[in-house]
């Protein structure tokens, strides 16, 4: 069968290779030569990329006859919901026609067929009947299919089937681990805990022998780790680090640095809490400009120090979701990892905007490089529109987006202002302030996570802020 594009999982949109034309309109202008004007030109319709594509493939067509493989393909292209159901049924008791490509292609067509009809159990059976009829192809494509299989158990709360479909995915995750760390940010923001201290342990043989960057190992080992003292929380408030149990299973993963597991679970637990100034977090920025609107000049640097301070503060922030908002550990962790992240990313000036804002066609006309104007933050630990929406804009990008935790972000801000209030590092006003510069992004959110497969994303945006 002829190799064709994947779609990246959880998209749900073809991929296709396209070329974008760019036009410039150049108004009041003119040519003049010995007093000549030439005639304007009339605008050239070029055809688009696919229409160019749909009749290469015509003359290609014409030229040989299509394989069977093929032939079905483009059968089940040109089918109906129903028919496609039906065809993918004919295809794996076939057999002979439902090779990799052709499963991929057709079940994730399917799984956002059956999402948007509301027949997710549809799907479910396509997936068990291939697991049953062609078990070695399953497995070739299980890192997609139990993926969706997982997702349509969350959505039903069937959660006792959750586990088994995540064991498919454990024993390969190392293989997979860009979709498989997607999978894991779903069950932490459902607090699937009992299934992720499983499939840990299981995953861990294949992320060590997978040829993987070493900072994704070291985010599946903290991953892992904070799994299990969350869970040694849940069962124990007062736990300390030297609990046997909980030193035997964190040294499967990592070598345990006591004073700072110490440190850790004492913030946790309450038993260890900062009594904090502005100044503990070292956010020094230098400016030029007149009032708000300001150009940056240099960026200082967190100190050792300002930066486990402002670490610290997360982690209180965490124990704060627990304890004060119900919200479980495993989703809060989402939450206060990526804010954290934002606040370190913005003072270090990752999310100011371009240095050279000048148009294509500034560049062409030759007009002097531009500096941008930068607006300093109203309160260094509060989000400001424009930064934080750049912020989720990263999170969410076509090649590789993480939904769970750009929602998660924006979903426990609120949360995050009230914790600092709470603490005494921002009053009412700038808590009110900030909510309201926000305002209009959750919009902007629950457009793009619309179609997205578990609701539960939108759900939480429709109530935002609920203060």
């Keep these: 069968m002829a190799k064709r594009k994947r779609k990246e999982p959880g998209s749900g949109k073809k991929v296709s290779d396209g070329v974008q034309n ?8 003119h040519l003049q030569l010995n007093h000549y004007q030439e005639p304007a030109k009339q605008p050239v319709s ?19 006859e299509l394989t069977p493989i093929e032939a079905r393909w483009e059968t089940f292209m ?23 490509e052709m499963a991929f292609e057709m079940f994730n067509t399917l799984y956002y067929s059956t999402v948007e009809n509301d027949e997710r159990h549809r799907f479910d059976e396509l997936a068990d009947k291939l697991h049953t009829s062609l078990p070695e192809l399953y497995a070739q494509e299980r890192h997609f299919i139990a993926d969706w299989q ?14 088994p479909l995540a064991r498919e995915l454990a024993s390969t995750g190392g293989e997979h681990l860009d979709i498989f760390t997607k999978t894991l940010d779903m069950l932490s923001y459902h607090d699937q805990r009992s299934t992720l201290l499983e499939i840990y342990p299981l995953s861990w043989p294949s992320v060590q022998e997978a040829n993987i960057f070493a900072w994704a190992v070291d985010e599946f080992v903290k991953r892992a780790s904070d799994a299990i003292i ?8 007062s736990l300390k680090a030297n609990n046997e149990d909980l030193q035997e299973k964190l040294n499967i993963f990592i070598k345990v640095d006591q004073d700072r597991l110490v440190s850790y679970i004492d913030i946790l637990t309450g038993r260890q809490e900062g009594q904090w100034e502005m100044s503990d977090f070292g956010f020094d920025c230098f400016y030029k400009g007149k009032g708000k609107v ?9 100190s050792e120090e300002a930066r486990q301070n402002l670490y610290d503060l997360s982690l209180e922030f965490l124990r704060y979701l627990r304890h004060e908002e119900g919200v479980p550990y495993t989703k809060g962790e989402i939450a206060r990892q990526h804010i954290l992240e934002y606040l370190r990313e913005r003072h270090a000036g990752g999310l100011d905007p371009e240095d050279d804002t000048r148009s294509e066609l500034d560049m062409m006309r030759g007009v002097k490089k531009r500096k941008p104007k930068i607006h300093r933050p109203d309160h260094w630990l509060c989000p400001d529109r424009n930064r934080f929406d750049q912020f989720l804009a990263n999170q969410l990008t076509f090649i590789n987006p993480h939904h769970y935790r750009a929602a998660t972000s924006f979903e426990l801000m609120p949360a995050w202002l009230r914790f600092l209030e709470t603490r005494q590092l921002i009053d009412a006003d700038q808590r009110a302030k900030t909510l309201q510069d926000l305002q209009g992004l959750d919009a902007n959110l629950l457009k793009l996570f619309q179609t997205f497969p578990d609701p539960a994303l939108c759900s939480a945006l429709e109530e935002w802020p609920y203060e």
């Design 22 to 29: 760019y036009s410039f309109e150049f108004r009041n202008h």
């Design 294 to 302: 300001k150009r940056r000049v240099k960026t200082t640097k967190f």
């Design 230 to 237: 969350f869970d040694h929380l849940e069962r124990n408030p």
């Design 150 to 163: 997982i997702t349509n158990a969350v959505v039903a709360g069937r959660y006792e089937d959750i586990l």
């Design 78 to 100: 040109n089918a109906d919901y129903e028919e496609q159901i039906a065809l993918c049924h004919q295809t794996i008791e076939e057999k002979d026609l439902m090779d990799d």
């Design 46 to 64: 070029l055809p688009s990329a696919d229409e160019v594509f749909t009749e290469m493939m015509k003359t290609v067509k014409q030229e040989r």
